[in-house]
């Protein structure tokens, strides 16, 4: 075995999940991350925990879905699927934690299932995805031919950068993201302004008061889920102002660019896409949060130097501020507030690397991607 | 998607699971089972059930013990695993149906996990394997290379042999092998004897007084929970005398070939395999169970003409009979009886389609691998 899939094996169970010996432990494993299971489930035995192993196949969700789409004389909707399956709640439930170790043998294998098969069943799943949340849940990916494809890359130069971003000194990054979590703890108001041929084409406005921002270093321990991570978080309210998104992405499938939303009292009143326009209307219009922002993330991790069409790489790279709508995460909401509360989550970014400026409470925290702590910051 | 594959999904679910709208419905899939695993899911979506989809994969398993074994300082024993994990009984408890399909890349994938880890772990899990039972639980296989390596036969020649066997018409099946369950339901005494070189190689008798035999038409209707089955089996007590087991097997990843179990009061008190005979040994001492008989079957589908080393297809061949050390199915037992446990349940056939005869209460039911009510019978 590569010794770099065992290494990240270890990075997964033991910095990032915080495995114990006696936890009950989910794997999902995708249909070509087959080599990082085997290496999750040496290590989470060398532990002493139990280990249950799901497929998380896209085509055998394609294949469910298309059957419930078969068996519906109508459109599908929420009431055609078990809002409280109980095989999939008592996992969750009983689960410690979560590992979803991503890899398929191709990105667009759901890309004929109807837009409002999609919705219904993310809508159907909200107490089963609310479950898996409360345990220890951490998502990585294994690197894939597809997913390499997705990227624009050879196998190996795609393997070498997956490896890049994940085996790192993780200690080491969140002690400097330490000082963007402070600035935002602090804050009450963001703003994020970017210009493109000299005119604004993002100047987005949105309070950030009595909210706490993630310190997101690829550990549960800091509220973080994501390996690789390497992003600041927070969960804004009251957004105000245009945001334009120039990375491309892919949502349920379809390939969505240059996304252009508009905010008035907190809420999506008018959108555009000059490709995939539908894919982002079925989001926004899956419920009334998905409309409201649920995250305003800050890229930080320099390790990631590309874009590859995979928010779990994409939304961390230094020189991004990604923004989603749908959902919040708890870890960013006073106790026992709710924050915003949807189905999805969808996350968007903009590359600030150029012609940007990112504001606190009126003082700039980062300028065309530098941030003030660094060398070459223009006030 | 091969048509094939398509209806042995149908099978599956419709004749063998019998599933229903509602039902919770959990499918492990093999590292090469996909095509019939999203086939599978397909078939379920349609019928209004809930799929939770197992990887069940041997390279996953063995990554797990060897991470046991690495981080357990002496010989591993049950107490190194946890003998209720919360997830895996919460999985059976809650499912109504599981559906088991086998096809992984390698036959021999745990070949190297010590014999004690695996009689540990057979050990420890058999509050969730009890659990599993209590389902309607079916095994399937989907036709793989490594089966049909494991069978010596090239792919496509293996992916007939599987859908003959799977692919057949059960009700009818299930009629002819009525008049066998009628003979061993009504008799006390079965005997059977082979000869080799003109001397008896088996001669062994076992009551069956009080068991209830399963007429196995592959559907849980009948009790039946083997996809393809075709075989009548039922729950022997008290046997002695001697048994040669000429069709070869694969114990645990171990080739097993010309079995010898010498038999008195019941128990299995010497026995001998010209090779693998250390696996035979190990399953034999797992628990006082393991060296009892659990079962004894009359293969009967002669959709099944050759052996392939699979125990799904192999005892269920015409021309054989099978006994089994270890659990017995409760479905063969009175009523709160609970018949001969052990945490293991493993085969062993002889070909009877020459030199034999099987006898009910002294009165020959099968001579020479014919049944009483077929032509060409001798009594």
Chains 1, 2 share one sequence.
Not at 69 to 98: H, K, L, Q
Not at 110 to 115: E, H, K, M, Y
Not at 285 to 311: K, W, Y
Not at 320 to 343: K, M
Request: with cysteine; proline share 2%; net charge negative.
């Amino acid at each position: 075995m590569d010794e770099r899939v065992r290494e990240h094996a270890e990075v997964l169970v033991d910095w990032s999940a915080r495995v114990e010996a006696g936890d009950d432990v989910v794997v999902s494993v995708a249909e070509d991350a087959h080599e990082l299971g085997v290496a999750v489930a040496r290590a989470l035995g060398e532990r002493g925990a139990n280990v249950t192993t799901l497929y998380g196949s896209s085509e055998v969700s394609r294949g469910y879905l298309k059957g419930v789409e078969a068996g519906t004389d109508d459109a599908v909707d929420a009431d055609d699927f078990d809002s409280d399956p109980a095989v999939d709640r008592a996992i969750f439930e009983a689960a410690d934690g979560y590992l979803r170790i991503g890899g398929g043998r191709n990105t667009t294998a759901t890309a004929d299932v109807d837009g409002d098969t999609r919705r219904a069943y993310a809508t159907a799943r909200k107490g089963v995805r609310e479950a898996r949340m409360d345990t220890n849940w951490v998502s990585t990916v294994h690197p894939t031919r597809s997913l390499a494809q997705q990227a624009g890359m050879a196998y190996e130069e795609y393997q070498e950068f997956v490896y890049d971003a994940v085996l790192r000194d993780w200690e080491s990054l969140a002690e400097e993201m330490a000082q963007m979590k402070e600035i935002l703890d602090d804050g009450e108001e963001v703003r994020i302004v970017t210009e493109r041929d000299g005119a604004p084409d993002t100047d987005v406005q949105m309070s950030i008061a009595g909210r706490t921002a993630v310190n997101s270093a690829a550990s549960v321990a800091y509220d973080s889920h994501n390996l690789p991570s390497g992003e600041v978080f927070t969960a804004p309210h009251d957004t105000a102002g245009e945001v334009f998104f120039d990375v491309p992405m892919t949502i349920d499938a379809t390939r969505v660019r240059n996304v252009h939303l508009v905010f008035e009292d907190g809420e999506v009143v008018d959108f555009a896409a000059e490709a995939g326009e539908d894919a982002l209307a079925n989001v926004l219009n899956t419920d009334p949060g998905a409309r409201r922002l649920g995250e305003l993330g800050v890229g930080m991790n320099r390790g990631i130097d590309r874009f590859t069409d995979s928010i779990l790489f994409d939304e961390k790279m230094g020189d991004t501020v990604h923004l989603a709508v749908g959902r919040a995460y708890d870890a960013c909401l006073p106790d026992g507030e709710s924050g915003n509360e949807s189905a999805v989550h969808v996350d968007m970014i903009s590359d600030v690397s150029a012609d940007s400026r990112m504001e606190v409470d009126g003082e700039v925290v980062q300028r065309n991607g530098t941030f003030r702590w660094e060398d070459g910051f223009e006030r």
